[in-house]
C-alpha cells in the first residue's frame, strides 16, 4: 500500500492551524498513525487508530479521516511543533509509511 | 519510561554483514512485539522488519528478505538483527521500536545507530 502525504512541506506561523494530509492508494480502514520527527532525533508517535492521541500527546494534536483519506490538524502551532510529520498504514504488511511533511516556521 | 538503546553500527564493505542488538528496559520485554525501522540519509522512513513477543513469527520487508534476520532473547531482554550481504543502499540510520499492543504501529522508539556500508 502507498501512502502519499501532501504538500510536501508547510509554511505556517505559530499560533495559527497546520492541516497536513496523508492518501492511501487502497483502504486502511482507520489502521492509520501518525508520526513526529524533529531533526536528529527518533520519530514520536502522535495518533494511532486515525484519530487516537497517543499518550502525553496535547489536545492540539488531532487526527481524522478512514478508508483512503487521513487528516492530522495541529490548532495553534507552538515553537516545538515544527518537524516532519508522517502517516503510516498498519493494516497489511508490509507497513509502510508516507514520504512525510515538513512543517516549517512562515 | 520504556528506554530502547541501540548497539552494534557502523562502517562496512559491500558484501560484509553486521548484528544490530537493542537492549529494553522498563517495560515487560516478551510481551510486545518489537520492530526494525531504518531511515536513509536525509529520506523518510521503512519498516524493515517484526518479530512477535515469544519469537516465533517474523516479518520482512522485501528489500531485505532472505538477507536480514531479526530474533530476540527475552531472558536478556534484548532484540537483535542480523544483516548479510549488505549493500550501498542499506545505509541508514536503523530504528529499535517497540509495537503498540492492539496496533502494529510504534510507540516507543530508541535513538538509532548508523550503518554505513561503503568501500
Known amino acids: 500500500i502507498v501512502m502519499t502525504q501532501s504538500p510536501a512541506t508547510l509554511s505556517v506561523s505559530p499560533g495559527e492551524r497546520a492541516t497536513l494530509s496523508c492518501r492511501a492508494s487502497?483502504?486502511?480502514?482507520?489502521?492509520l498513525a501518525w508520526y513526529q520527527q524533529k531533526s536528529g532525533q527518533a520519530p514520536r508517535l502522535l495518533i494511532y487508530?486515525?484519530?487516537t492521541r497517543a499518550t502525553g500527546i496535547p489536545a492540539r494534536f488531532g487526527g481524522s479521516g478512514s478508508g483512503t483519506e487521513f487528516t492530522l490538524t495541529i490548532s495553534s502551532l507552538q515553537s516545538e511543533d515544527f518537524a516532519v510529520y508522517y502517516c503510516?498504514?498498519?493494516?497489511?504488511?508490509?507497513?509502510?509509511f508516507g514520504q512525510g511533511t515538513k512543517l516549517e516556521i512562515k | 519510561e520504556v528506554q530502547l538503546l541501540e548497539s552494534g553500527g557502523g562502517l562496512v564493505q559491500p558484501g560484509g554483514s553486521l548484528r544490530l542488538s537493542c537492549a529494553a528496559s522498563?517495560?515487560?520485554?516478551?510481551?510486545?512485539?518489537m520492530s526494525w525501522v531504518r531511515q536513509a540519509p536525509g529520506t523518510g522512513l521503512e519498516w524493515v522488519s517484526m518479530?512477535?513477543?515469544?519469537?516465533?513469527?517474523?516479518y520482512y520487508a522485501d528489500s531485505v528478505r532472505g538477507r536480514f534476520t531479526i530474533s530476540r532473547d527475552n531472558s536478556k531482554d534484548t532484540l537483535y538483527l542480523q544483516m548479510n550481504s549488505l549493500r550501498a543502499e542499506d545505509t541508514a540510520v536503523y530504528y529499535c521500536?517497540?509495537?503498540?499492543?492492539?496496533?502494529?504501529?510504534?510507540?516507543?522508539w530508541g535513538q538509532g545507530t548508523l550503518v554505513t556500508v561503503s568501500s
Open positions: 522498563r517495560f515487560t520485554f516478551s510481551t510486545y512485539a
Open positions: 503510516q498504514q498498519y493494516i497489511t504488511w508490509p507497513y509502510t
Open positions: 487508530g486515525a484519530s
Open positions: 521500536a517497540r509495537v503498540k499492543r492492539g496496533g502494529d504501529c510504534l510507540d516507543f
Open positions: 518479530i512477535n513477543g515469544g519469537g516465533e513469527t517474523t
Open positions: 487502497q483502504s486502511v480502514s482507520n489502521y
